[in-house]
């Protein structure tokens, strides 16, 4: 099954692809490497899920939140590879960063939200290394931001 029809058999709808705020471009692909700058968490009507994680948001919030990068990441794959994630051969790595209190100590079943996407929709293609790091602030006041590096066919 190709990717874009497991999206579809999960009822997953991609967000658009945003242009970048700054002076910095959205995706890059150097050889076969396709890096995606971070993405930060908008839900499904384009709002962002703000806040500080063992405060305003509990773990299951914040795993939805890093679901929300994750869509994004792979909408911001999508574009980079004219809309055929066919080119995606393999999800190498995802940089999760969590807005979070000094004593939350669950990044890593935050940063699930993303990782477990990835498998959902690439399967082995999916399995990635990570790191999941608290922060004490992000942009715009988003509970996450993930970047992330796939290699391409």
Same mark, same amino acid.
């Given at each position: ?5 497991? /999206?579809?058999?999960? %009822? ?27 993405? /930060?968490?908008?839900? #499904? ?10 405060? =305003?948001? =509990?773990?299951?919030k914040a795993y ?18 004219? #809309?055929?994630? +066919?080119?995606?051969? +393999?999800? /190498? ?9 000094? !004593? ?15 498998? =959902?929709?690439?399967? !082995?293609?999916?399995?990635h290394t990570r ?5 004490n602030s992000l942009?715009? %006041?988003?509970?996450?931001? /993930? ?7």
């Amino acid at each position: 099954m190709s990717f874009d029809k497991k /999206i579809a058999a999960l %009822g997953i709808h991609l967000p658009e692809a945003k242009a970048p705020v700054g002076n910095y471009v959205a995706t890059k692909i150097i050889g076969k490497l396709l890096y995606i700058s971070g993405q /930060i968490s908008i839900d #499904e009507k384009g709002e962002l899920i703000k806040g500080k994680v063992g405060k =305003d948001l =509990d773990t299951d919030k914040a795993y939805l939140a890093a679901k929300r990068c994750g869509l994004s990441i792979i909408a911001q794959a999508k574009k980079a590879c004219n #809309e055929d994630l +066919s080119k995606i051969k +393999s999800c /190498i790595k995802l940089t999760g960063f969590v807005n979070s209190t000094e !004593d939350f100590i669950e990044q890593p079943k935050v940063i699930n939200g993303a990782s477990d996407l990835m498998v =959902d929709i690439f399967g !082995d293609v999916g399995m990635h290394t990570r790191a999941a790091v608290s922060t004490n602030s992000l942009p715009l %006041g988003v509970a996450v931001e /993930i970047d992330a590096i796939f290699e391409l066919n």
